[in-house]
């Protein structure tokens, strides 16, 4: 079975931008099938009509790694809730599961389930910053880590990415991967 990875974009973003399309390569020329999809709709639209609209357009197996950076973070908590079986890897960077703001996150589910979440994921990284301007912060991060488990890391480097942070590869994130 070939090796997947899917990079969700955060709140506002692009496939063509950030570390998203550098780390694609990398694990492109190491033999992954990846994908970056563009969703302008996240963060935007109710994540109860968003994530089976997701679910429907990509192969999640197994084999597979998902990660998020911001926005995508949480999309990929909702996709784990709602899959049968487990993937290889999760990775949420900047990631979060409460406001992390005042603005609206129409990404954020209510509850979660979090013995489904644990289960429908072999391994757990969380990549969160004690800088982030947007709060997606270690702070963040360490409640993942506390209702997940996995591997909590935490930096001071912003947001890894954002209009006002160039952020053009990230060779943390291929190093967890590879």
Not at 5 to 33: K, M, S
Not at 52 to 79: C, M, R, Y
Request: aromatic fraction near 10%.
């Amino acid at each position: 079975m070939h090796q997947r990875a899917i990079i969700f974009h955060g709140t506002g973003g692009r496939p063509d931008v950030c570390w998203y399309p550098w780390l694609a390569e990398q694990l492109t020329a190491n033999g992954y099938e990846v994908e970056v999809p563009f969703y302008p709709e996240i963060n935007q639209e109710s994540i109860e009509t968003f994530a089976p609209k997701v679910l429907a357009k990509h192969t999640i197996n197994e084999s597979t790694v998902l990660i998020g950076h911001s926005g995508g973070a949480p999309l990929i908590l909702s996709l784990l809730e709602r899959i049968e079986s487990p993937v290889k890897q999760a990775i949420l960077v900047a990631g979060y599961s409460t406001p992390p703001n005042a603005n609206p996150e129409p990404v954020l589910q209510k509850t979660y389930n979090w013995n489904k979440i644990k289960q429908n994921s072999k391994q757990f990284y969380f990549i969160n910053s004690i800088d982030d301007p947007y709060g997606c912060d270690d702070k963040q991060g360490r409640v993942l880590f506390d209702k997940l488990g996995g591997r909590l890391i935490i930096c001071d480097e912003g947001h890894f990415g954002s209009p006002d942070q160039e952020y053009n590869d990230f060779l943390l994130l291929k190093q967890l991967i590879v």
